[in-house]
């Protein structure tokens, strides 16, 4: 364990208060916590170390300590995810115009004075051109939290300038050009490789992804010249990519990494929003898909990420929220930006099933947000420009509700814990990894206390013992731990104030539950969009008008495993028929049951509002009405996923056949 100075400035309370007096008349919410559909092993929380990392490491040691203390510390956000920036890094001859800890230095070493137009003079085979001592200050950060790090990420916001087009970290003349140099593709990938091998060499760490690209497919990263033709525009390392230019970038990596020491495999698209990201994934040929080991999203926009889950789950990757912050409201000691931040989080859990949370850069320089207006980026906030010289006094540090909210929910779902379905949009649950608890976090943003009812009837076993710890935090306090109160015929009420975030910790409940779908009944799935319900239709299948008697419109679900895995795959069959659901030669058909394989087996994804989306293993697309029909006896086909109500299923209990 690593020692620091100081103290973290907010912590938790270490004495049980009482629990707050019911008010006369609280919003009630019933939040059912189902373990039968399990996400797979939570990999973590964590940061990107870009550029915060760049703009602290030097400083004095009280200042720069606490900062690893309140992201990576127990009492901070306790973090265990890392993603190193690899620095591109400017021509010599270009003054420094990026943002506040921006220019992050590359590994090259240039023999001479060259300018953004001297492109060609590196060879990665020349000792005398690499620079393996550049970027101290955030390999200072790697080495002081690398005991608490147990898994690392390598990223590129932008090759060196030599290899851009344009001869800039900063973007293309033209933001919707592709900006890497497509002769230097080799050479780039050559860059991430070597970086990679000997940070791990010279800190004893193992990269386990690269990510070569950041946010590529849009048109935010612009180099833009004065009259005296040096840099006006541009605040960050940024390079656009299409994604033709991705996949050659992706599949070069992929080659590098085969012949290389590291074990680190690639990672990507890592694009803003999930929209974006299935542009760019379905953009990829095959042979780019196959190099990628892990896919990565941002979710600064939200719309489809029930289409990125799917995708990934389609693909049979793991798939990170590798990247948000976000602002909401202007007011530092305001509960909406804590509230605003906890809802993300509950969100992308909800709609992503992410294997690992990655915030962008948690620790930012507050006079740099009141000049883009934007007071509430980042969790914890400390002047960018301070000295060695300075102290906490002349250098302050100071947090803001988001990182008291995001520490109700990192201090208790921990690396192997489960995420569960819920019914709630409010709330997020998680089975402990040792499978003697859950942990339930509950957002209340409106002005009047809630009554919160937790539901375990889904859950087999729960002891005669079991109880519920809320631990609130609000105006009031930070992660103050309340007084259990006993779980009772499987359920317990607790008011919960107004603007809060609760963390309950549910003891003496086991994770056992029976199989997602009972094996004795049987499902109509009727289409979202169509609200038609899914028939065999001559060898087909296809939408006919619901008839809840109709027994040909109902259909059984045969785990493959026990049943409990949001990505268990089942055997679909008809009620009536004994004939299954499956896909050949790239049609859904209905078929007798035989030799089971992957055309015959599917994967279910669900919000937990009751609506499912099907996808089949061996095609790797979803149940999907085509063309978004309505018409009695529309033939269903397959595509890739899109979130459209199309491709979701109510799935509905029948009365047993």
């Not at 990672?267 to 080991?293: H, K, M, R």
């Not at 990192?410 to 998680?430: C, E, F, M, Q, S």
Request: proline share 6%.
């Amino acid at each position: 364990m690593f020692v620091r100075t100081g103290s973290v400035a907010v912590l938790a309370a270490m004495t049980l208060a009482p629990l707050p007096a019911p008010p006369a008349a609280a919003a009630t919410v019933t939040v059912t916590i189902d373990p039968s559909y399990q996400q797979p092993a939570f990999q973590g929380w964590g940061t990107s170390l870009a550029w915060f990392a760049e703009a602290t490491g030097g400083y004095p040691d009280a200042v720069r300590n606490r900062l690893v203390d309140l992201l990576f510390g127990a009492d901070g956000l306790d973090l265990n995810i890392a993603r190193f920036n690899i620095g591109g890094g400017n021509a010599p001859t270009v003054t420094d115009y990026l943002r506040p800890g921006g220019a992050v230095p590359g590994f090259w070493r240039a023999p001479q004075q060259y300018g953004p137009t001297d492109k060609d003079w590196w060879n990665p085979d020349d000792p005398a051109h690499w620079n393996f001592d550049a970027d101290p200050n955030q390999r200072w950060w790697v080495d002081q939290i690398k005991d608490e790090v147990t898994r690392w990420e390598a990223f590129s916001n932008s090759p060196p300038w030599f290899q851009t087009v344009s001869g800039y970290v900063s973007g293309g003349f033209d933001a919707n050009a592709d900006q890497i140099r497509t002769d230097q593709l080799d050479e780039f990938a050559t860059y991430l490789t070597r970086v990679t091998e000997r940070l791990e060499d010279a800190h004893g760490i193992e990269f386990d992804t690269i990510d070569p690209l950041n946010e590529p497919n849009t048109n935010y990263w612009r180099t833009t010249l004065g009259a005296n033709g040096t840099p006006t525009g541009g605040r960050q390392e940024g390079a656009h990519a299409g994604p033709a230019l991705q996949a050659a970038v992706i599949q070069a990596l992929d080659q590098e990494l085969k012949q290389a020491t590291t074990k680190a495999k690639v990672s990507a698209p890592d694009e803003t929003n999930p929209g974006i990201f299935l542009q760019d994934w379905y953009g990829y040929p095959q042979a780019a898909q196959n190099a990628v080991a892990q896919l990565n999203v941002h979710t600064y926009g939200t719309g489809q990420r029930t289409a990125a889950r799917d995708t990934a789950k389609a693909e049979q990757r793991p798939l990170w929220m590798s990247e948000v912050e976000g602002s909401w409201g202007n007011d530092f000691t305001s509960m909406n930006s804590g509230l605003g931040m906890a809802q993300r989080i509950i969100d992308d859990f909800r709609e992503l099933e992410p294997s690992a949370w990655v915030l962008w850069q948690p620790v930012e320089d507050a006079k740099n947000m009141v000049a883009e207006g934007n007071l509430q980026w980042g969790s914890i906030h400390v002047p960018f420009d301070c000295t060695k010289t300075d102290t906490l006094t002349t250098c302050p540090i100071r947090t803001n509700t988001k990182f008291d909210t995001i520490r109700n929910f990192t201090h208790y779902i921990k690396p192997g814990d489960r995420v569960v379905k819920v019914n709630d949009t409010a709330t997020l649950a998680a089975m402990k990894n040792d499978g003697t608890g859950v942990t339930v976090v509950h957002s209340n943003p409106t002005t009047q206390p809630r009554t919160v009812t937790l539901d375990l009837t889904k859950s087999r076993n729960v002891g005669q013992k079991a109880s519920v710890t809320p631990v609130i935090t609000s105006a009031a306090g930070k992660l103050i731990k309340q007084r259990p109160t006993a779980v009772k015929g499987k359920k317990a009420t607790i008011t919960v104030p107004a603007e809060s975030v609760t963390t309950f910790l549910i003891s003496g409940v086991a994770q056992s539950a029976t199989s997602h779908f009972s094996a004795g009944s049987a499902y109509r799935l009727q289409g979202v969009q169509s609200g038609r319900s899914l028939a065999p239709a001559g060898g087909k299948a296809a939408i006919r008008t619901t008839d809840g008697s109709s027994i040909e419109q109902r259909w059984t679900f045969a785990a493959i495993g026990n049943g409990l895995s949001s990505q268990e795959r089942y055997v679909v069959s008809n009620a009536a028929t004994g004939q299954r659901l499956a896909v050949r030669n790239g049609a859904v058909v209905v078929e007798a049951a035989g030799t089971r394989d992957d055309g015959a087996l599917w994967t279910l994804s669900t919000t937990g509002d009751g609506t499912y989306t099907l996808i089949n293993v061996a095609a790797r697309r979803l149940l999907d009405v085509p063309g978004e029909a309505t018409a009695d006896g529309t033939a269903v086909g397959l595509w890739q996923p899109t979130s459209g109500g199309n491709q979701r299923w109510a799935v509905i209990a029948t009365t047993t056949p």
